[in-house]
């Protein structure tokens, strides 16, 4: 994914400290893997690199999904929604999305 930023995803972050949503949705299943956050600098890194980086809002840092895990993603595609406030990402999961092992976040049900 050696590309710009598209003019869209520049406008939507004007400010490098706005948090953007991110969707992570599996490539071939279309499952919902996890919902995270990306900064301008952590956008960037994943449209570089082809791996999913994301900001951590619990530690306060880029964080690049699967480095101490193992468990990576590798992006496929990157979509704006049509207000322009939240990202899809497309990935390769490589392993468990959760933290707990679990293939998606989205494990637990509310009856």
Known sequence: MNEQLSPEILALLKDPNTLIPVVVQDK????VLMLAYMNTQ???IS?????????SRSRNE???KGLTSGNSQIIHSISIDCDGDSILLKV??????????NK?????TIS
């Open 47 to 55: 449209v570089a690199t082809g791996k999913a980086t994301y900001w």
């Open 42 to 44: 952590s956008l960037a």
């Open 92 to 101: 390769e999961q490589q392993g468990a999305a959760c933290h707990t092992g």
């Open 28 to 31: 071939d299943s279309n499952e």
């Open 62 to 64: 880029l964080w690049e």
């Open 104 to 108: 998606s976040c989205f494990y637990r």
